[in-house]
T-cell receptor, first 116, second 117 residues
Framework: NAGVTQTPKFRVLKTGQSMTLLCAQDMNHEYMYWYRQDPGMGLRLIHYSVGEGTTAKGEVPDGYNVSRLKKQNFLLGLESAAPSQTSVYFC???????????????FGDGTRLSIL | GENVEQHPSTLSVQEGDSAVIKCTYSDSASNYFPWYKQELGKRPQLIIDIRSNVGEKKDQRIAVTLNKTAKHFSLHITETQPEDSAVYFCAARIPSYSGGGADGLTFGKGTHLIIQP
């Protein structure tokens, strides 16, 4: 049981390049989330998903797209990377149906992304 | 939406002393309040949480108190040790049935706790 796994761990991009961050969870969680963490800003929600095939915008969605084609995977895409997207990205998951609503979010180890 | 304020941003205490971190939230619909500890370069890890039907919860040296009327909650760490040094985040959750998307968390900006030897 690996929990929440993020790939890659580090990446450097040039402005205008595109890339996809992958999040995978093996806990049968319904809900998945993408956060970004910047110094002094805490964690801010980018997009989230309540189940396979569904996605929704969070607090800071601009410049990002997401997909949840399979229940265990949640992908975060940057179509045209900008220096303002330099950040640490965390994926999280929660909620197993039938176990009650109050379940904590479990985080991955993060992806450190630098845009030059 | 929810707004969570966290204070102080930095807290330095002597080893063995107690540390208290305070958070306030804006939306009375919030019903779940977790605290996360994040060591440098690591993932946030849940250390304790409290639900709105409980006023206080304790786990060994860590306790959390909740005042629903005043809309604030606090983390208390007693007998602090060097390994307690980290950044601590509070968060609040509006349940999805009250308009919170996927029971999404709103985080405070974090408190850097420094334990002085």
């Amino acid at each position: 049981n690996a929990g929440v796994t993020q790939t890659p761990k580090f990446r450097v991009l040039k402005t205008g390049q595109s890339m996809t961050l992958l999040c995978a969870q093996d806990m049968n969680h319904e809900y998945m989330y993408w956060y970004r963490q910047d110094p002094g800003m805490g964690l801010r929600l980018i997009h989230y998903s309540v189940g396979e095939g569904t996605t929704a915008k969070g607090e800071v969605p601009d410049g990002y797209n997401v997909s949840r084609l399979k229940k265990q995977n949640f992908l975060l895409g940057l179509e045209s990377a900008a220096p303002s997207q330099t950040s640490v990205y965390f994926c999280a998951s929660s909620y197993t149906p039938g176990r009650g609503n109050d379940q904590p979010q479990h985080f991955g180890d993060g992806t450190r992304l630098s845009i030059l | 939406g929810e707004n969570v304020e966290q204070h102080p941003s930095t807290l330095s205490v002597q080893e063995g002393d107690s540390a208290v971190i305070k958070c306030t939230y804006s939306d009375s619909a919030s019903n779940y309040f977790p605290w996360y500890k994040q060591e440098l370069g690591k993932r946030p890890q849940l250390i304790i949480d409290i639900r709105s039907n409980v006023g206080e919860k304790k786990d060994q040296r860590i306790a959390v108190t909740l005042n629903k009327t005043a809309k604030h909650f606090s983390l208390h760490i007693t007998e602090t040790q060097p390994e307690d040094s980290a950044v601590y985040f509070c968060a609040a959750r509006i349940p999805s049935y009250s308009g919170g998307g996927a029971d999404g968390l709103t985080f405070g900006k974090g408190t850097h706790l420094i334990i002085q030897p």
